[in-house]
């Protein structure tokens, strides 16, 4: 059976259609893995299309509940009413929102079923294009909420073969040619391109065949536009990487070209006022910008390993018996390189009988962020310093060569960790000196 969504695609509301029948269902909605109650509505004929061919399924009302999903069941649609969407009545239980024989007003969400249209439309054009001029397959394809993509079976698409594929589809749209949705028997479909996107309750009998004038002959059961000219311009976005040796090109057609234009404008503004110059100039100031990072960041680090060694000289210049068995350094800002350039500048001289604590940690710790630590020393000290670090401060990492080099997540509790290390085992090591 053919619906009447199907039939004309134009449709945004209908009444003249009765309910065949109302019985509690339960199914998941939007991808949720929780199951949600309501009922599933069965007209005589209807508006609403049923997912399938790779388009999503209409939302809309019947008329005043919410209609959130349309599946199809064998030749016929069902029209989901979720029970927070019904009315309920003073005993609690959810009433059925219908009786058999009803004849609700069936209204579409138009502008969705639309968008849905010119993306459908769009890989229709898309897909026979790419084939007619460079043989690229289509192996199957997904409408997303905001661009979609078209699977074709190549390892690469190259900008050229796009550029030239996005050139022909508008040329064609430019043409204004008709699409038409004509009915063939299975033995009669010669001349046209089979997908496997025909349900298979309605294969055996009349196929149903959109046919792009001139251009391409498809079985589909998707809602499409009488014209191509209904889909305005079609922008090609991008490849990305497919399934096995198959490459995604990524579209628009449509209203999201204007959409994405939108944001792309939108995004360019905020862009060029925080880089304070022209649209033509971004590319160079980011690039510019970018090597500034790159040179400061040499620069710092090299600042940080000059600081660890300065770091070092000062406590090799302090007389050995005036310094204290348990040495500790702090730096809020840093990185690893202070640390090795501290512990390299040190010498194995004062690293014997003693134990150095050396910590980095921005104050604004997070997960992403956390502090690094290295304990180092006499070997002894290291290990059991090392002990308390993990197995008390959740610390990362582990010893070698008689240094610990691991990752703090809370650098809040390092003055704890380091009272921990000196109360434990520390202050009774022979020789301690405070
Ligand atoms: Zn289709």
């Known amino acids: 059976m053919t619906l009447l969504c199907q039939k004309n695609s134009y449709l945004r509301d209908f009444k003249d259609a009765a309910v065949k ?68 009545d003073d005993g609690g239980d959810v009433p059925p929102p219908f009786k058999v024989g009803d004849k609700p007003v069936q209204k579409i969400d138009w502008t969705k079923r639309f968008d849905h249209m010119q993306q459908h439309s769009g890989q229709h054009l898309i897909t026979a294009i790419a084939l007619k001029l460079f043989n690229l397959e289509t192996t199957s394809w997904y409408l997303g909420v905001d661009s979609s993509f078209i699977e074709m079976d ?46 298979e309750a309605l294969r055996g009998g009349p196929v149903r065949v959109v046919e792009i004038s001139d251009v391409d002959k498809n079985t589909c059961c998707g809602t499409h ?70 040179r400061l960041h040499k620069n710092c680090v090299q600042c940080l390993r000059d600081l660890g060694k300065l770091e070092a000289e000062r406590l090799l210049q302090t007389p050995e018996d005036a310094l204290p068995t348990f040495i500790t350094l702090h730096r809020k800002e840093g990185e690893f390189d202070f640390i090795s350039s501290f512990i390299s500048s040190i010498g194995t001289n004062l690293l014997g009988g003693r ?33 308390i670090a993990i197995n008390q401060f959740a610390a990362k990492g582990s010893v070698q060569q008689a240094k610990f080099r691991g990752r703090v997540l809370d650098v809040s509790k390092l003055p704890k960790l380091e009272e921990a290390i000196r109360s434990t085992f520390l202050k009774n090591v022979p020789n301690y000196k405070e």
Do not use: W
């Open 21 to 88: 029948s109302v019985q509690r269902g339960k199914i998941a909605l939007n991808g949720s893995s929780k199951l949600t109650d309501g009922y599933d509505v069965v007209l005589e004929d209807t508006i609403f299309f049923p997912e399938g061919g790779g388009q999503p399924s209409d939302v809309g009302t019947l008329d005043s509940h919410f209609v959130s999903s349309v599946r199809r069941d064998g030749e016929q649609a069902v029209l989901f009413i979720a029970d927070e969407c019904a009315k309920k």
């Open 154 to 199: 190549a390892k690469e698409i190259s900008d050229e073969t796009m550029e030239v594929i996005e050139e022909k589809v508008n040329e064609k749209i430019r043409e204004r040619v008709d699409v038409l949705v004509t009915y063939r028997e299975p033995d009669n479909l010669g001349d046209v391109r089979f997908r496997m996107d025909v349900p």
């Open 225 to 294: 536009v009488v014209n191509l000219g209904d889909l305005q311009a079609i922008k090609l976005l991008g490849t990305a990487k497919g399934n096995k040796g198959k490459t995604q090109l990524h579209f628009v057609a449509g209203g999201r070209v204007l959409k994405y234009l939108g944001l792309a404008v939108k995004r360019e503004k905020s862009l060029t006022a925080l880089l304070k110059c022209t649209p033509e100039n971004l590319e160079p100031m980011v690039d510019k910008a970018q090597k500034t990072v790159k």
């Open 355 to 387: 134990l150095f604590l050396i910590s980095i940690a921005d104050d604004s710790l997070t997960a992403k962020s956390p502090g690094q630590i290295m304990l180092a020393g006499e070997e002894e000290y290291v290990k059991k310093a090392a002990d």
